[in-house]
């Protein structure tokens, strides 16, 4: 049998979908998985009368692999990768490449780049977005490590991925850990807009008394206007419309409220800390998950802790989108995006990664879990001016601030008056009210700090560090 084009290594569901894109597109594959019998259930099913052939072991795998050879690792994230690039290593050979797709920590990345290019093998690590689907008929691929093996694998990845108008969603990313961590901050935007969704389904709910019918109309009427057509609006349309198959009622509400987080939502908030990003929105859906998995606790809070009762407010026609709602979604979804824009440029300047941010809009056009149409006005923006230093100057962008910022005010007062959280929300109105503000209050904050602690200040004034004796 001749030898294979790509090689994957984990045949868990995105795997076994990797492998079958790759197989589809024109390159024969061998798969291996630690469990010999989950190889053998994959060729006999999915993969059979397929150009995939199994291999038993590492030995046989790398053997049935044309050089240099392109192995793509779909294995749990951390301690798990490291034992698998340990078991291949003595079986490789001078340029064969590992290319780990999971979602690993970029650190993590950065250091196995090293290692491995050290012993003369290439190491690329890719962000891969768009679950199981996605990976099946073309995600959205984000390829971080040094360019020549990315060349090596340019045209597998260009055909795997999905394709857009303006090509596919794959491109170099840039030196070491880049691509991981770009796919790290696409993680964190996407846990922004699922929270925006969640908080507007709650006020719909539980201040309009709207059915899942009902909010569900609000999803396809915002999924066609060009702010928020995206995939995550189209399917948070189909969940408020699926219904529990035993009784009929709307299956949403059948759904225990607490959030799950496998990491990178995490990660993008600790690398905006460290880099000086600020990211409100974004970390205000980390927080909710957290918040939503005190189940036991908030149920304790309820009895004791008082609010005030929902008020009566007009969030808007559903016929026209429910116009001020409409407005906290476009505004919050844009600041998502704003921020996870920012931490890619610091990072970038920080980290040496010079990442093209048009490029990367792009690549998150299609495939992808945060693919919107608002993508091609990011696109253009950094387009316009690649020194753009935050999108919400962009002209477009600032338009839809300043137009929508009073509906977003108007939905905030209606939730704490109604005593419902709306972190994010919140904290988008914060984000831009503090932006939009040239003078702050942390003079005040800076006196402090100089009171107690000699800290120093600067002046308005004058040039200079100062210090006041406060106290005397
Ligand atoms: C994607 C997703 C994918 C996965 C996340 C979800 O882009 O395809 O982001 O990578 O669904 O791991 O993350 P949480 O489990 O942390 O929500």
Redo the contacts with the bound molecule.
Sequence with gaps: MSKAHFGLIGLGVMGENLVLNAERNGFSSVVYNRTFSKTQDFLNGRGAGKSIQGAKDLQDFVNKLERPRRILMMVKAGAATDAVIQKISPYLQEGDLLIDGG?SQFADTERRVAELESKSFGYIGMG????AK?ALEG?SMMPGGTKSSYDAIESLLNKMAAQVDDGSCVCYIGPGGSGHFV?TV??GI??GIEQILAESYDLMKRVSGMSGEQMANVMSYWNQTEELSSYLVEITETCLRTKDPVDGDDLVEKIMDKA??????LWTVISALELGAAVPTIYASLNARVMSSMKSKREEAQLILKGPSIENFDLGDISNGMSPLMDAVVLSTIASYAQGMEILSIASAEYNYNLEMPSIAQIWKGG??IRSKLLKRIQDAFNNDPQLSNLLLDPWFADQINRRLPGLAKVISCASNSGIPVPCFSSTLDYINSFRTSRLPQNLVQAMRDCFGSHTYERVDKEGDFHTEWLN
């Design positions: 979602n891969v977005s768009g679950g996605g995600p796919k696409h993680n996407e846990y799950g987080q496998k990491g990178t939502g992808c879990i």
